[in-house]
């Protein structure tokens, strides 16, 4: 096909839009609808996966350091070095602190009110608070794995670790991961199918269009493509509008979140995907999505029409 007649039919695409503006808006509305509601999804499986992340980043296990008596002073500090270093390279493993005996009782007489603060002071045979270090797991679905291993280095002599805590997120996130990729993928297909008929009904409106063209020696090509561009203009035109309200909407619930950052850190609610950082990203999606459905629709709900 030559570049003038390209050009031609594409022209003649755009300027069809505005002709059968009635049609078209109502491609236009059901695109729009479609693809905001896959992008705001989208959006929430996104930052969900991060609260969800941050919640299980709360997971904390406590390492117990074995107290020998008959061990000398360098022996422990070598000792617990030993522990440090083992527990720091373990890459299942992160946030590693130590907290000495002296620490932890100061940390307990703090959190006693008044004269109950020093009762720590007169326990019989000095500092009773254990040795320990802290740490978090990456993946709360090894930690079992992990609180083994940990058992078997030497010098640790308990280790303490959430097991409840660790297996209800799990079961949370396994039916989390569940639920939203089944309400992504049926609200993916019902999107198509609603938006095929919508097209369809529109191409059937011009069905006495397309014959007459059939009919006066036109090819498949030629017909199509005015339609195809109609069909990508449309959606361009949808995704730039699901775009801006899907960044409406991402950016007033978002501050909802970081007004009081404070209050929603306890439930996971910190570190979400800023809008800046997938502004753009949005809107080539939305609008490539947007061309790809519209394109998509148009020439196969017109394939029976060219059958003349």
Not at 198 to 224: P, Q
Not at 253 to 282: A, C, E, H, K, Y
Request: charged share 15%; hydrophobic share 50%; net charge neutral.
């Amino acid at each position: 096909m030559k570049s003038n007649n390209v050009s031609y039919l594409v022209k003649k695409g755009v300027s069809s839009v505005w002709k059968n503006f009635v049609m078209s808006f109502a491609s236009f509305s059901i695109l729009l609808v479609s693809l905001l509601q896959i992008s705001v999804v989208v959006l929430f499986i996104m930052n969900a996966n991060i609260i969800m992340g941050n919640i299980e980043d709360t997971n904390q296990i406590a390492i117990f350091v074995e107290d020998n008596e008959n061990e000398t002073k360098e022996q422990h500090e070598k000792k617990v070095e030993h522990i440090r270093d083992v527990l720091t390279a373990n890459k299942n493993l992160t946030d590693v602190k130590y907290v000495s005996k002296e620490e932890a009782a100061e940390k307990w007489s703090q959190s006693m009110s008044g004269e109950y603060g020093n009762l720590i002071n007169m326990v019989p045979g000095g500092n009773p608070m254990p040795e320990t270090f802290t740490a978090r797991v990456t993946d709360v679905k090894t930690i079992r794995f992990i609180v083994t291993e940990i058992e078997s280095i030497e010098g640790v002599e308990q280790v303490n670790a959430p097991y409840d805590f660790a297996n209800a997120l799990i079961n949370i996130r396994d039916a989390f991961t569940v639920i939203i990729f089944a309400m992504l993928g049926i609200l993916i297909i019902v999107s198509i199918v609603v938006i095929s008929n919508t097209i369809r009904t529109s191409v059937f409106a011009r069905r006495n269009e397309i014959s007459i063209m059939k009919y006066v020696g036109a090819t498949n090509g030629f017909i199509k493509l005015p339609f195809f561009v109609e069909g990508c203009f449309v959606g361009i035109l949808a995704g730039a509008a699901s775009w801006g309200l899907s960044c409406f909407i991402y950016s007033s619930v978002f501050s909802l979140f970081t007004d009081n950052i404070t209050l929603w850190q306890m439930f996971g609610f910190f570190n979400l995907i800023p809008l800046n950082s997938i502004r753009w990203i949005l809107l080539l999606a939305n609008c490539a999505a947007g061309a790809l459905l519209g394109a998509a629709g148009t020439l196969i709900s017109m394939n029976k029409y060219l059958k003349v």
